[in-house]
């Protein structure tokens, strides 16, 4: 699963979620933006 431009961490947490309940092996996040991982763990 590729994830570009994402906005909100949120988003990232959900795309988690989501891989997760296909059972994607891999997530590649492509962004400009600086990512609060601490924010991202607690989301996902």
């Not at 309940?21 to 601490?38: G, M, P, Q, S, W």
Request: aromatic share 10%.
């Amino acid at each position: 699963m590729i994830l570009e431009n994402l906005e909100h961490n949120e988003n990232i947490g959900s795309a988690f979620r989501l891989a997760d309940a296909f059972n994607v092996k891999k997530i590649y996040i492509v962004t400009d933006r600086e990512l609060n991982f601490r924010k991202i763990e607690k989301t996902a």
